[in-house]
């Protein structure tokens, strides 16, 4: 669960750029809302996310040597729901990246 904006950081120590896909489930802690993915302003994936059905999260990119952020925003506040005392704006689950030599690599 995250509150809002939140990073996820990816290093590559291989010294040569290599691809990424990345896949994720996302859903909204209650109602509805946009889910943004970006690479500083470059958007990577965006949607409407709910409640009742995840929706998929699927993008690919390339990733240099060092570190790349992605970054995950979302157009509303967080909120609490029912006992728990966090503030809770969407879920990411499922998170899966799989990474591979970017064509052309040696």
Do not use: C, H, M
């Amino acid at each position: 669960w995250s509150s809002g904006g939140a990073e996820l950081r990816l290093r590559n120590t291989s010294g040569q750029t290599v691809q990424a896909a990345i896949s994720a489930q996302a859903t909204s802690v209650e109602g509805t809302r946009s889910l943004r993915v970006l690479v500083g302003e470059r958007l990577l994936w965006g949607d409407t996310i709910t409640t009742r059905v995840p929706v998929e999260i699927r993008f690919g990119l390339a990733l240099p040597p060092g570190e790349t952020v992605l970054r995950f925003a979302t157009d509303r506040p967080a909120q609490k729901i029912g006992t728990d005392p966090r503030q809770l704006a969407y879920q990411i689950a499922n998170l899966e990246i799989v990474v591979r030599p970017a064509p052309g690599a040696r």
